[in-house]
């Protein structure tokens, strides 16, 4: 499945509800991802527990892993087919929202906006 929001549809409409239990879950009680670029992001997460967890992929994807719970966020910079984006998994490779809510590869809950240096917030 491919993910394009050209409309901005997930940073206006992010996922209902909130599961503060899964985020604290998943190492991520205090980070905020939205709206983040890699380097905000990964200070937070830092700060959390993770490690810097390598390549993503050729595109210059990153990720940190929590030792501990098994969470890896990940973060996809810009492309030519995407806005740069943050995802979530916990150990069992289930994905999910920056709300803790469960979400899949190609929902737009998924693929949190991020803030890209100078190309700007994902999603606007």
Known sequence: CGWVDLFGLNKKNPAYGKDADKIKELGLDGVTLRGKSWNQGK???ETNGFIYGGKRNEGGGSRMIHPEKGTVVSFDPTNRYQAAHWHIQD???????????????CNFAGHIPANDGNKGISGK
């Open 43 to 45: 200070k937070q997460l």
């Open 91 to 105: 150990a069992g490779g289930a994905r999910y929202s920056d709300n803790g809510l469960p979400a899949s590869f």
